[in-house]
């Protein structure tokens, strides 16, 4: 079997390509580091003749609202035409936990646009949503620095390990066609701003949280149904302490 992983570079795609080599398949990682450009169509064809399953962990280079939008659509519209061409069995898709209940965000819209183009295509397909990685927690409680104070949502956040991600998505990539989405998600909904003061009290930073439920997440007002699992997600089991205190170790 082979498989091309857009994007296969990143945190993501570079866990998956290990993951599936593992497994035996033929593995392309595919990037624009490797000529392989969704946005321009260079290489498009070539990496995709052949192959049974795309899955693509692609992500905007910008979050801005139009741009984030263009891209999702451009790449889309792009791989999905080349992907029809080569006659690829399968596409498979990373998408995020909350796209069709956060409509004021700009990015989510995006990701949402991304999602319609899928479902829409004659390509058989699966999407895989997953909540917020672990790892970019930090991002996220730096980007809410508002002079010294941190100011965060208190609506619940289900943050997930991303190699409990790959591992969901490597056995979506290696089984047949959903035509459905489904979530992932971590064992835990803690409210945002709790996971921040988590995460300060292990680096040893003594500044203050405030809960401010209008504080925006990718330009939107959270609620706690945005960004947790429904009842038949699958559920990661290591949770956010256990996973804090293990990579402050590795440091």
Do not use: C
Request: aromatic letters at 4%; a negative charge; proline letters at 4%.
């Amino acid at each position: 079997m082979k498989i091309v992983v857009i994007g296969g570079s990143g945190l993501i795609g570079s866990k998956l390509v290990s993951l599936l080599r593992a497994s035996g398949s033929e593995v392309v990682a595919a990037s624009p580091n490797t000529g392989v450009n969704t946005i321009t169509g260079e290489g498009l064809a070539e990496v995709v003749e052949g192959a049974d399953v795309v899955v693509d962990v692609a992500n905007s280079p910008s979050l801005d609202d139009t741009a984030a939008m263009e891209f999702f659509l451009t790449s889309g519209r792009n791989l999905l035409a080349a992907e029809a061409a080569a006659g690829v069995k399968h596409h498979v898709a990373l998408s995020i936990v909350g796209t069709q209940r956060m409509a004021d965000s700009g990015y989510m819209r995006a990701k949402a646009a991304q999602e319609n183009l899928i479902k829409a295509s004659p390509i058989p397909w699966s999407i895989l949503q997953s909540t917020q990685f672990y790892e970019f927690i930090g991002r996220i409680v730096s980007s809410a620095l508002d002079g010294e104070v941190y100011r965060l949502s208190p609506a619940l956040m289900q943050p997930i390990v991303s190699d409990e991600v790959v591992e969901a998505l490597a056995e979506i990539t290696l089984g047949a066609p959903l035509n459905h989405t489904v979530e992932v998600g971590g064992p835990e909904a803690i409210p945002l701003d709790e996971l921040g003061r988590e995460l300060l009290a292990a680096h040893e930073d003594t500044r203050a949280i405030v809960a401010d439920a209008h504080a925006r997440y990718f330009g939107a007002e959270l609620n706690d149904r945005s960004l947790v699992t429904g009842p038949e997600a699958r559920i990661g089991s290591l949770t956010f302490g256990d996973w804090l205190r293990q990579s402050i170790a590795a440091d």
